[in-house]
């Protein structure tokens, strides 16, 4: 299938203010070098701790944040040239969800009324068009008319989370980014969830970006898998290879805390020594050296390319960056 999105060399840097007479401007460099593909489709899960740039990834692909460098390219157009008004038309193709749909749903609005509000937005249908397609909506994601007229507070979380899907496809797009979008549930009601979303992929034809600090909830949904830490991408492959044999320290250390049924398979949870430092203090170098359990001298200096090592698997750490004889 063809590629759907391409995202190149994409940067976000905030600027801190550390002062009025501070010369020397300063940066925390949320989003840094991102390159990826994702074809028509497909869903590629991006991963990794709080504040290593993954919903800064996705909202700048929104241009929900104005990116700072890089080309983000959907279906044929460069969206990070694009006016407002521009974008606003191609939002209707891009859309997407959150982690917490009670606060991302207007708790005075009925659900009818919300679902409806994208398509006033876009100037989408007559108001009965728009009636028939919340309808339509609601039951696709497994719920009824009946369900119309109420409110956010009078659903469960997976059923809230139902009707932010149900309006993220209000427009009919052909990409969904959901950002966390089953962190908030019972792990009972995630599954149910992520089975709507995969069921709703291949009747609709969805592509989705699937954001998660969990490489353990991104497993069964994911073609790839993208890893984060600190704005980069570390680790990037389908998903099969980075279960089976994940090459980044990193991902290693997060695969190794993920449970996995098969007793057989005994693996040892490698632990990460110190927290995640500061994104706005990343290390010298490869940013994970302060916790890498591989570290050599040239990590502290040198930062690693990011080079596709296999077919379709990429990394970036000097592990795998020596010459090949
Ligand atoms: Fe560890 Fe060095 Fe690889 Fe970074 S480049 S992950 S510090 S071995
Ligand atoms: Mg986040």
Same mark, same amino acid.
Request: charged content about 25%; glycine content about 6%.
């Given at each position: 299938?063809?590629?759907?999105?391409?995202?190149?060399?994409?940067?976000?840097?905030?600027?801190?203010?550390?002062?009025?007479?501070?010369?020397?401007?300063?940066?925390?460099?949320?989003?840094?070098?991102?390159?990826?593909?994702?074809?028509?489709?497909?869903?590629?899960?991006?991963?990794?701790?709080?504040?290593?740039?993954?919903?800064?990834?996705?909202?700048?692909?929104?241009?929900?944040?104005?990116?700072?460098?890089?080309?983000?390219?959907?279906?044929?157009?460069?969206?990070?040239?694009?006016?407002?008004?521009?974008?606003?038309?191609?939002?209707?193709?891009?859309?997407?969800?959150?982690?917490?749909?009670?606060?991302?749903?207007?708790?005075?609005?009925?659900?009818?009324?919300?679902?409806?509000?994208?398509?006033?937005?876009?100037?989408?249908?007559?108001?009965?068009?728009?009636?028939?397609?919340?309808?339509?909506?609601?039951?696709?994601?497994?719920?009824?008319?009946?369900?119309?007229?109420?409110?956010?507070?009078?659903?469960?979380?997976?059923?809230? /989370?139902?009707?932010?899907?149900?309006?993220?496809?209000?427009?009919?797009?052909?990409?969904?980014?959901?950002?966390?979008?089953?962190?908030?549930?019972?792990?009972?009601?995630?599954? /149910?969830?992520?089975?709507?979303?995969?069921?709703? /992929?291949?009747?609709?034809?969805?592509?989705?970006?699937?954001?998660?600090?969990?490489?353990?909830?991104?497993?069964?949904?994911?073609?790839?898998?993208?890893?984060?830490?600190?704005?980069?991408?570390?680790?990037?492959?389908?998903?099969?290879?980075?279960?089976?044999?994940?090459?980044?320290?990193?991902?290693?250390?997060?695969?190794?805390?993920?449970?996995?049924?098969?007793?057989?398979?005994?693996?040892?949870?490698?632990?990460?020594?110190?927290?995640?430092?500061?994104?706005?203090?990343?290390?010298?170098?490869?940013?994970?050296?302060?916790?890498?359990?591989?570290?050599?001298?040239?990590?502290?200096?040198?930062?690693?390319?990011?080079?596709?090592?296999?077919?379709?698997?990429?990394?970036?750490?000097?592990?795998?960056?020596?010459? /090949?004889?």
């Amino acid at each position: 299938s063809k590629v759907l999105l391409e995202v190149a060399n994409l940067k976000k840097y905030f600027p801190i203010h550390t002062g009025v007479l501070s010369v020397n401007k300063s940066y925390v460099k949320a989003v840094d070098d991102l390159s990826f593909k994702v074809r028509e489709g497909e869903t590629l899960g991006i991963v990794g701790e709080s504040g290593c740039g993954k919903s800064t990834t996705g909202r700048t692909i929104m241009r929900l944040i104005e990116p700072t460098e890089g080309s983000i390219k959907f279906d044929g157009i460069e969206l990070s040239t694009l006016s407002k008004k521009e974008m606003r038309n191609t939002r209707r193709d891009i859309q997407m969800v959150f982690q917490d749909p009670y606060a991302s749903l207007n708790p005075r609005h009925s659900v009818e009324k919300i679902l409806e509000e994208p398509l006033i937005v876009h100037g989408i249908g007559s108001s009965v068009e728009r009636k028939r397609k919340v309808h339509e909506l609601l039951e696709i994601v497994g719920l009824s008319v009946h369900h119309a007229k109420r409110y956010p507070h009078q659903f469960s979380g997976g059923q809230r /989370q139902r009707v932010g899907i149900a309006r993220a496809l209000m427009t009919n797009p052909k990409l969904i980014i959901a950002d966390e979008p089953v962190s908030a549930l019972d792990v009972s009601i995630q599954s /149910q969830v992520l089975n709507l979303m995969q069921k709703l /992929q291949e009747d609709l034809r969805l592509t989705y970006i699937f954001i998660s600090h969990d490489l353990g909830v991104v497993r069964h949904i994911s073609d790839k898998v993208g890893v984060m830490y600190l704005g980069r991408m570390v680790e990037l492959a389908d998903s099969e290879s980075l279960y089976r044999e994940p090459l980044h320290p990193y991902t290693q250390a997060l695969l190794s805390a993920v449970p996995i049924p098969d007793p057989e398979f005994n693996r040892e949870q490698i632990l990460l020594k110190g927290d995640i430092p500061s994104p706005s203090n990343p290390p010298t170098g490869c940013s994970f050296h302060s916790r890498c359990p591989y570290v050599m001298d040239k990590c502290k200096i040198e930062i690693p390319k990011f080079v596709e090592v296999q077919s379709g698997h990429s990394v970036a750490c000097h592990l795998y960056n020596e010459p /090949q004889q």
